[in-house]
């Protein structure tokens, strides 16, 4: 509790920032609480920027990149200039929530587009200790009554994150995530595996395979051992697709552990955009990342490697039943091989089709478009 009244006197001492006006035609953007460009507020932006150069574009970053986006001001983290470009800004957008000591203003927007789409592992208030967590329940609350949109995947993520979050259901836009709408673009998902593939220096005759467990826990440590045998993995692949293949590994961006991803072939962890990955990935293996939900857009083969299923559903929980996803569950490596082995991709299409209307899929590949015109119209600006 203490710690939330020293954000509300944070929060005061900032309002000083009130006397200066509103930038009508100014957006700040941040993925992943400044960690780096990427997610939906980068797709937002890539189309935004290319249809309205005239206005004004801060990303928020915790580190200035060497590599920087054309006509963008990069501003750090907690510097002065940070907290200005903030509070006079017309639209916030963030895919990770905000900071609850920030004092938002009645002329400021503010959209949360989330990063994963589905109904997965639970999140928010949805497995905090409620008695413990005084600090997190004022902060979702404060967060969730300044908050203008919030994207939303399905009907069942409008539901969950609406409990979990103390979101307003009303405040929920039904049209998917940005960073999917390439998967509803041929021509875009081609393209983008050639480039992938180039990159790496991957032949296209190559089998590639994914392997991308999420975060775990509360702390930036908690990450289980990696115990996938790939070994068994790639002769089980092999044998099923009868194509060379190549395992590849990609951490989450909360996690960074030296050599977890000894045995496979390639580490792609610092490739900045998951969903470009995908379009080169023919199947992806991981456990309860929503980047399931992504991939599933591809109706290409997604399995779950969950050696720690049991734990992780008496610790976290699950908004809806494993079982009704679709995606093949596999506890141990010969489980995963005897799914592979015995994967049908007919029934897998049909279970995957079967999941995103049990979910309610808002996915049409319109998202950027959709929001883009809100923005626009909020900035006063309409074309």
Known sequence: ????????????????????????????????????????????????????????????????????????????????????????????????????????????????????????????????????????????????????????????????????????????????MPRNDMFFDTNAINNTNIKVRKQFGINEEIFVVLYAPTYRGGTRTAYFDNNIDVQSLKYALIKKFRKNVLVLFRGHHLFLKQNAFLGFDMDVSNYPDMQELLCATDMLITDYSSSMWDFSLLKRPCFLFVPDFDDYLINRGFYTDPLTWGFPICKTNEELQERILSFDTEVYISAIQKHHENLGSFETGTATKSIANIIVEKMGNKR
């Open 1 to 176: 509790m203490i710690k939330y009244f020293l954000k509300i006197l944070i929060r005061n001492l900032l309002k000083i920032f009130w006397i200066l006006p509103v930038n009508p035609l100014k957006l700040c953007l941040q993925s992943f609480r400044g960690l780096q460009p990427t997610c939906n507020p980068l797709y937002i932006f890539d189309y935004l920027s290319s249809e309205h150069p005239e206005y004004k574009y801060v990303w928020l970053v915790n580190e200035i990149p060497e590599q920087r986006l054309e006509n963008v001001l990069y501003v750090k983290k907690h510097t002065m200039r940070w907290f200005y470009e903030i509070l006079t800004s017309r639209i916030i957008i963030t895919n990770n929530g905000f900071y609850s000591y920030i004092p938002f203003r009645k002329k400021t927007v503010l959209i949360e587009t989330w990063h994963g789409g589905g109904a997965y592992k639970k999140v928010g208030f949805g497995f905090n200790d409620k008695s413990s967590s005084i600090d997190v329940y004022k902060s979702l609350c404060y967060y969730a009554n300044h908050l203008a949109y919030h994207i939303s995947s399905s009907k069942k993520f409008t539901q969950i994150m609406s409990e979990s979050t103390f979101v307003d259901e009303k405040k929920f836009l039904p049209i998917g």
